[in-house]
Protein backbone atom coordinates (compact mmCIF):
# COMPACT_ATOMS: atom_id res chain seq x y z
CA UNK A 1 0.00 0.00 0.00
CA UNK A 2 3.03 2.65 0.81
CA UNK A 3 3.79 2.37 -2.74
CA UNK A 4 0.15 3.72 -3.98
CA UNK A 5 1.06 6.61 -1.36
CA UNK A 6 4.46 7.15 -3.05
CA UNK A 7 2.51 7.32 -6.53
CA UNK A 8 0.07 9.84 -4.97
CA UNK A 9 3.48 12.05 -3.51
CA UNK A 10 4.56 11.66 -6.43
CA UNK A 11 1.58 13.26 -8.23
CA UNK A 12 1.25 16.21 -5.88
CA UNK A 13 5.03 16.78 -6.11
CA UNK A 14 4.76 16.77 -10.01
CA UNK A 15 1.56 19.47 -9.71
CA UNK A 16 3.25 21.56 -7.49
CA UNK A 17 6.63 21.78 -8.81
CA UNK A 18 4.61 22.76 -12.57
CA UNK A 19 2.59 25.30 -10.09
CA UNK A 20 5.86 26.79 -8.65
CA UNK A 21 7.06 27.21 -12.72
CA UNK A 22 3.79 29.16 -13.79
CA UNK A 23 3.68 31.70 -10.59
CA UNK A 24 7.63 32.24 -10.67
CA UNK A 25 7.22 33.03 -14.90
CA UNK A 26 4.68 35.39 -14.01
CA UNK A 27 5.91 37.28 -11.39
CA UNK A 28 9.92 36.88 -12.07
CA UNK A 29 10.10 35.24 -9.13
CA UNK A 30 13.85 34.03 -9.45
CA UNK A 31 13.43 31.61 -6.17
CA UNK A 32 10.70 29.39 -7.99
CA UNK A 33 12.67 27.66 -10.45
CA UNK A 34 15.39 25.58 -7.92
CA UNK A 35 11.65 25.52 -6.01
CA UNK A 36 10.33 23.67 -9.08
CA UNK A 37 13.96 21.48 -10.13
CA UNK A 38 13.36 20.34 -6.67
CA UNK A 39 9.58 19.35 -6.06
CA UNK A 40 10.42 17.74 -9.88
CA UNK A 41 13.09 15.53 -8.45
CA UNK A 42 11.59 14.64 -5.35
CA UNK A 43 8.46 13.55 -7.82
CA UNK A 44 10.23 11.39 -9.61
CA UNK A 45 11.76 10.07 -6.50
CA UNK A 46 8.60 8.80 -5.46
CA UNK A 47 7.79 7.81 -8.78
CA UNK A 48 10.69 5.62 -8.52
CA UNK A 49 9.85 3.53 -5.39
CA UNK A 50 5.88 3.54 -6.50
CA UNK A 51 7.05 1.25 -9.45
CA UNK A 52 8.73 -1.20 -6.77
CA UNK A 53 5.27 -2.76 -7.13
CA UNK A 54 2.87 -0.91 -8.95
CA UNK A 55 3.48 -1.93 -12.98
CA UNK A 56 5.58 0.67 -14.98
CA UNK A 57 3.21 1.23 -17.62
CA UNK A 58 0.11 2.14 -14.71
CA UNK A 59 2.23 4.20 -12.44
CA UNK A 60 3.51 6.72 -15.44
CA UNK A 61 -0.04 6.66 -17.26
CA UNK A 62 -1.47 7.76 -13.71
CA UNK A 63 1.43 10.38 -12.71
CA UNK A 64 1.30 11.69 -15.42
CA UNK A 65 -2.61 11.75 -16.33
CA UNK A 66 -3.49 12.79 -12.95
CA UNK A 67 -1.11 15.10 -12.56
CA UNK A 68 -2.43 16.60 -15.86
CA UNK A 69 -5.55 16.86 -14.50
CA UNK A 70 -4.48 18.10 -11.64
CA UNK A 71 -2.19 21.15 -12.80
CA UNK A 72 -5.12 21.94 -15.16
CA UNK A 73 -7.30 21.91 -12.37
CA UNK A 74 -4.62 24.62 -10.59
CA UNK A 75 -4.38 26.91 -13.20
CA UNK A 76 -8.03 27.10 -13.63
CA UNK A 77 -8.33 27.96 -10.10
CA UNK A 78 -5.21 29.60 -9.36
CA UNK A 79 -3.88 31.72 -12.97
CA UNK A 80 -7.64 31.64 -14.29
CA UNK A 81 -7.08 29.68 -16.78
CA UNK A 82 -9.84 28.78 -19.29
CA UNK A 83 -11.61 25.14 -18.52
CA UNK A 84 -14.30 24.75 -21.45
CA UNK A 85 -16.16 21.81 -22.04
CA UNK A 86 -13.56 20.47 -24.10
CA UNK A 87 -10.81 19.87 -21.61
CA UNK A 88 -13.46 18.33 -19.43
CA UNK A 89 -14.27 15.83 -21.88
CA UNK A 90 -10.45 15.34 -22.17
CA UNK A 91 -10.14 14.65 -18.93
CA UNK A 92 -12.89 12.15 -19.03
CA UNK A 93 -11.66 10.47 -21.99
CA UNK A 94 -7.91 9.99 -19.91
CA UNK A 95 -9.54 8.33 -17.33
CA UNK A 96 -11.31 6.21 -19.14
CA UNK A 97 -7.71 5.48 -20.66
CA UNK A 98 -6.29 5.43 -17.05
CA UNK A 99 -8.77 2.35 -16.55
CA UNK A 100 -8.08 0.94 -19.35
CA UNK A 101 -4.30 0.55 -18.93
CA UNK A 102 -5.29 -0.41 -15.32
CA UNK A 103 -7.36 -3.24 -16.18
CA UNK A 104 -5.39 -4.67 -19.25
CA UNK A 105 -2.12 -4.71 -16.84
CA UNK A 106 -1.45 -8.14 -15.28
CA UNK A 107 -0.65 -8.15 -11.77
CA UNK A 108 3.11 -8.33 -10.72
CA UNK A 109 2.20 -8.54 -7.07
CA UNK A 110 0.70 -6.97 -4.55
CA UNK A 111 0.24 -3.23 -4.01
Do not use: D
Not at 2 to 23: D, Q, R, W
Not at 38 to 63: E, N
Not at 96 to 109: F, H
Request: hydrophobic residues 55%; charged residues 10%; aromatic residues 16%.
Amino acid sequence: MKHVYMLFAAIALEVTGTTFMKFSVMHEWFIGYPVMLLLMGFSYFCLSKAVKKIPISVAYAVWEGIGLMGTAFIAWIIFNEAMPPQKLFAFAIILIGLTMVKNGTARTGSE
